[in-house]
């Protein structure tokens, strides 16, 4: 019995850390097309260079950045937003988990991401959280889902919202960003009234 | 010693001559050439006149045709002359660029036929441009040189500007007639003059996080981005000179749509109007950019006007530099997104432009910057230790008129 397990932990403990190893290698060779997009300064990839960065499991692997706090800030931020850009479920499903972060300027970032992505695709579906994050706690997020607002695919749904929160609210920064975006969102219906 | 020679050639040829001005930079809209006799400096010490180092030369307002092209126009480079800046300005909807510059004895410097050869009209690259140019909405500026491999001679060059835009998510331009001004600004700076310049800096505050100008002199996140600015531009021989801050009452949060229009940026620039002269550099909580194709956006660190910018204007709609305060923890670059962007706004590329897919490396034209070198300013990636700048690099940037010589006679 012995001389069985003693070759079966060799075996194991030999193979095992190669294979975890190539496993890694793999991951790592996925994710790195993948990081320098997160991490470019100026450059937005559209949602077909997200998805040959990352793979067939890129929404996984955004989801990890994003819940890595030893990941730089950028990219973490960079993360979030990317999820917006792919239209499938998992990027839905990972960007509106991550609308509950703790860390408000991360938040600030997933209700730019979430008005902007689901929000623009189908914002029937995204009204819910986009109205919970109209009405979030840290003002900086108030202010930035007022801001993204304007960019709803329904834009009387959206200017509806940005006037009866912004009857509620004290905040002056939040409130600049909730006038802001009640005068883009009526510039955008002149614009399309007239064409 | 100040002179100048502006010949019309024809209705639509005009010729102007590189002339002086005073040293220190002429305020916004001043110029133009005004007649006269040239009569070329002969002292090489002093080869411009007395202090002399810029002037900006209007061509005038051009017409686009069909085609989206203006006539030719010439200028005259004197010898004096060791760089010029054109611009270009028009309605903000549109994009503008060169469709053809050629020097002396037909040497060309962008060839007239590169839109049709290129796939895309925002970069004109090499082989077809070894002096890069890149388009812009609102105001175009292109820099010559700005690679060591251009040569700018002295004599009659020709230009040709043009006008398009794109319908929101394609990638084929569609030309415009429209109005144009076209102006050349010529920069004399003999070698002793590049030994050392500076820059004047306006930041200016939305007062995210409580950032506005009567704190951020204090600010330690803005103390020690300055520090590391001063530090990166000290390495070309350029020093900050006046660094002021400015409150400036606007969006907290930018949104930049990759569709050709200058948008929220163009807004938030023209915000800097009436500022003393200076490159305006605006932190902002946010700048959130959107491919042209399909929904969503995402954070980016920052964004130039141009590259590079319009020189020595403040106001315009592609004056300046935004750059996002929004990241921290961690190491902070702040005072390396700044450095930057700026070098953009001031003429320099990315060393390497990223991969987006199977298309060759596309690197800058300076043969003193690596490819491989992540250490660089201009790397497209953001490191923390992207800093360095090489000799060529540093040329390029006092070839840009935003850069004083201090050590004018």
């Known amino acids: 019995m012995q001389v069985r397990i ?11 850390p190669g294979l975890c190893a190539a496993t890694s290698a793999i991951a790592a060779d996925i994710a790195q097309p993948l990081r320098s997009w997160l991490l470019a300064i100026e450059a937005v990839p559209n949602a077909e260079q997200v998805r040959r ?44 988990k991550h609308l509950m972060l703790k860390d408000d300027s991360l938040r600030a970032t997933a209700a730019v991401a979430w008005a902007s992505g689901p929000g623009r695709r189908q914002p029937q579906d995204a009204w819910p959280d986009l109205d919970r994050l109209l009405a979030d706690r840290a003002p900086q997020v108030r202010a930035a889902a007022a801001r993204a607002l304007a960019l709803a695919g329904d834009g009387k749904g959206a200017r509806d919202r940005a006037l009866r929160r912004r009857a509620r609210e004290s905040v002056p920064e939040v409130q600049k960003a909730l006038d802001r975006a009640v005068q883009q969102l009526d510039a955008r219906e002149a614009g399309a009234r007239t064409q | 010693m100040r002179s100048c020679l502006l010949r019309n050639i024809a209705l639509l040829q005009i010729t102007a001559c590189a002339v002086a001005c005073a040293g220190a930079p002429p305020p916004a809209g001043a110029d133009t050439a005004d007649g006269g006799s040239a009569d070329a400096a002969a002292d090489t010490s002093d080869p411009l006149g007395v202090h ?36 270009v300005r028009g309605a903000p909807a549109f994009e503008y660029t060169l469709s053809g510059l050629s020097g002396p004895s037909g040497a060309i410097i962008v060839p007239k036929n590169w839109l049709d050869l290129s796939s895309q009209p925002w970069l004109c690259l090499p082989p077809l441009c070894i002096n890069r140019i890149a388009a812009e909405p609102a105001i175009a500026a ?25 319908p929101a998510g394609a990638h084929q331009r569609s030309p415009k007639s ?11 700076k003999p070698a002793i003059w590049k030994q050392n310049g500076r820059i004047d800096v306006n930041f200016c505050l939305t007062g995210y996080a409580g950032i506005t100008a009567a704190y951020a002199p204090q600010h330690p996140r803005i103390v020690t981005a300055l520090a590391d600015f001063k530090a990166i531009y000290a390495q070309a021989r350029i020093e900050l000179g006046e660094v002021r801050f400015f409150d ?21 620039f023209e915000k ?37 910018g319009p020189p020595l204007e403040v106001g315009t709609r592609r004056s300046g530099v935004v750059v996002s305060l929004r990241m921290s923890g961690g190491p902070d670059v ?29 690197a800058d034209s300076l043969p003193d910057t690596s490819d491989a070198d992540a250490d660089n300013l201009m790397n497209w990636l953001q490191t923390e230790n992207s800093f360095t700048l090489t000799p060529q690099q540093a040329g390029v940037l006092h070839d840009n008129p935003w850069v004083a010589p201090t050590n004018l006679p």
């Open chain 1, 6 to 16: 003693v070759p079966t932990i060799l075996w194991i403990s030999l193979t095992v």
């Open chain 1, 53 to 96: 960065a990352g793979g067939a499991h890129t929404e996984a692997l955004l989801d990890a950045v994003i819940r890595d706090t030893k990941e730089t800030s950028y990219a973490r931020h960079r993360a979030l937003s990317f999820l917006s850009l792919l239209d499938t479920p998992a990027a839905l499903h990972t960007l509106r």
């Open chain 2, 52 to 87: 002399t180092w810029h002037r900006r030369v209007a061509l005038g307002t051009l017409q686009t045709a069909a085609d989206g092209s203006t006539p030719p126009v010439t200028f005259t480079v004197p010898p004096q002359a060791t760089s010029v800046l054109i611009t």
């Open chain 2, 142 to 166: 292109f820099l010559v040189p700005n690679t060591p491999s251009t040569q700018l001679a002295a004599g009659l060059h020709t230009l040709r500007a043009y006008a398009f835009d794109h």
């Open chain 2, 178 to 188: 429209v109005p144009l001004e076209v102006a050349v600004n010529l920069v004399a």
């Open chain 2, 248 to 268: 400036i009452a606007t969006d907290t949060m930018i949104f930049v749509h990759d569709d050709g229009s200058d948008g929220e940026l163009g807004d938030l």
């Open chain 2, 272 to 308: 800097g109007a009436g500022l003393p002269l200076g490159v305006n550099v605006f932190l902002v909580d946010a700048v959130q950019r959107m491919p042209a194709i399909g929904a969503g956006s995402s954070l980016i660190m920052g964004l130039a006007g141009g590259i590079p």
């Open chain 2, 334 to 362: 702040l005072g390396r997104i700044i450095a930057h962007e700026v070098g953009h706004f001031l003429g320099l590329f990315h060393t390497i432009e990223q991969k987006t897919g199977n298309e060759a490396p596309i």
